[in-house]
């Protein structure tokens, strides 16, 4: 396997670092993955945005929040973006928010 370039190693590191930010927020997270649902999304991006963080605040405060909860509140945000910086952001977030799931996908299958 070839080595990534520099820019691929500092957005790497970057992802690295938010993953660090979210360990020290949450924890390990070993949410379900929440995934098979069917999605009926309309409404302006804004519009869009706003159910997906209030949906992932109420699972959040039930304790029903899955990693699909959280990546695609992450998307919403993306998708809602108004500046590239800030979309490069909410992106930085999603890399990150999905090697989560990931990581707690790896713990599953060594059990």
Known sequence: ????DDK?????????YERQIQTEKFGQESHPDG????????????Q??????AACDDCANDNSITFWDILFEEVMEANAAT????????????????????EKIDRDLEV
Do not use: F
């Not at 691929?8 to 690295?16: D, G, H, I, N, S």
């Not at 995934?35 to 804004?46: F, P, Q």
């Open 83 to 102: 500046d590239k910086a800030n979309l490069r952001e909410e992106l930085i977030q999603i890399a990150a928010a999905a090697v989560a799931w990931v």
């Open 35 to 46: 995934v098979g649902l069917d999605l009926n999304i309309s409404g302006t991006a804004d």
């Open 8 to 16: 691929t190693q500092q957005v790497l590191l970057e992802v690295r």
């Open 1 to 4: 396997m070839n080595c990534p």
């Open 48 to 53: 869009c945005m706003n159910r997906a963080k």
